[in-house]
């Protein structure tokens, strides 16, 4: 192999790596190469998209995620905190729909809507800061947090 064959060689594979450390960081790296991807549950799904964005810059972004901690273990949510960070710190917009908990203590803004989902549901509450949002007597969400 000559000099320029072994360069290419050590980029690609840095490439590669670099791409399979973002799927670890994402806590998707018990997926199997070639694995189908009707197989992921919503979260994987979500998270397999994201691994795609990582890497670029994201000023003027905008991701949106429904749920993406369903079937998470919780050390796996906090590792999808960081990647939110991460990507707010490049900057980013996020906007993530969810019930966890420890999702929505993280947040900078939230709008707490209740009391019920379907036609029982969809009046905002509280559109807040966290701590705001403690503080709202009218919020169920604000007496957990």
């Known amino acids: 192999m000559d000099v320029n064959a072994a360069l290419t060689a050590c980029k690609?594979?840095?490439t590669v790596s670099g791409r399979l450390e973002v799927l670890q960081s994402l806590g998707l790296?018990?997926?199997t190469l070639g694995e189908e991807t009707p197989g992921l549950s919503g979260g994987e799904a979500q998270r397999l998209k994201l691994a795609s964005e990582m890497g670029k810059a994201q000023t003027d972004s905008v991701f949106v995620f429904d749920e993406p901690t369903i079937g998470l273990h919780p050390l796996d949510v906090q590792t999808l905190l960081g990647v939110f960070r991460t990507l707010v710190d490049n900057g980013a917009?996020?906007?993530v729909i969810e019930?966890?908990?420890d999702v929505i203590r993280c947040?900078?803004?939230i709008i707490d809507m209740e009391p019920g989902g379907g036609g029982?549901?969809?009046r905002i509450v509280a559109a807040r800061t966290p701590e705001e949002i403690r503080?709202?007597?009218e919020s169920v969400t604000g007496r957990y947090l």
Do not use: C, P, S, W
Request: charged share 30%; net charge negative; hydrophobic share 30%.
């Open 120 to 122: 029982d549901g969809g």
């Open 12 to 14: 690609e594979l840095k």
């Open 29 to 31: 790296g018990y997926l």
């Open 93 to 95: 917009t996020v906007i």
């Open 99 to 101: 019930h966890d908990l």
């Open 135 to 137: 503080q709202n007597d």
């Open 107 to 109: 947040a900078d803004y």
